[in-house]
């Protein structure tokens, strides 16, 4: 059975850092892709970062790039996103996900998803 859970969302003064971890199971993690979505009420789900399979190229929208950092590790098969000066416009669910492709970030190339983490960013 696949699973990708996610954790460490929470409530965040405007500013401040988060980071997110996801826990994969029932595939082989290194042989997909890794990437962090995430849906804002009344927004389509958009791609935030991404990595590749074997974790040696690293991808970003560019609403994101200079604040966030993708990581995984294929041993633990975890995948963590770390976001720093966090703004209110990044309150929005987090998803974690996993493609066959490397590079993509469409959400239809995705094939298993996390139930999702609430990130609110406070003012």
């Known amino acids: 059975q696949v699973r990708l859970v996610e954790s460490g969302g929470g409530l965040v003064q405007a500013g401040g850092s988060l980071r997110l971890s996801c826990a994969a199971s029932?595939?082989?993690?290194?042989?997909?892709?890794m990437g962090w979505f995430r849906q804002a009420p009344g927004k389509e789900r958009e791609f935030v970062a991404g990595?590749?399979?074997?974790?040696?190229?690293?991808y970003y929208a560019d609403s994101a790039k200079d604040r966030v950092t993708i990581s995984r590790d294929n041993v633990k098969k975890t995948l963590d996103l770390q976001m720093n000066s966090l703004k209110p416009e990044d309150t929005a669910v987090y998803y974690c996900?996993?493609?066959?492709?490397?590079?993509?970030?469409?959400?239809?190339?995705?094939?298993?998803w996390g139930q999702g983490t609430q990130v609110t960013v406070s003012s």
């Open positions: 029932g595939f082989t993690f290194s042989s997909y892709a």
């Open positions: 990595k590749s399979r074997s974790g040696g190229r690293t």
């Open positions: 996900a996993a493609s066959r492709s490397d590079y993509v970030t469409s959400r239809d190339e995705y094939h298993y």
